[in-house]
């Protein structure tokens, strides 16, 4: 019987899995957040990110 392979998510070099959210907490998380003047996402996208949180 052939072994079977491990499957795993793709994780980014901060070590979670790759999405936006994921990305900014994880960068948050080490100390290595972004200033509000280089930012990449906008304050409305991102409210607009935390309304759809938890909704399917």
Known sequence: MPAKKKSHSSKNRLGVKN???NNINARKKKGISRSKKKKTVNSK???DMQNKWGKK
């Open 19 to 21: 999405s936006l959210v």
């Open 45 to 47: 996208s991102y409210k």
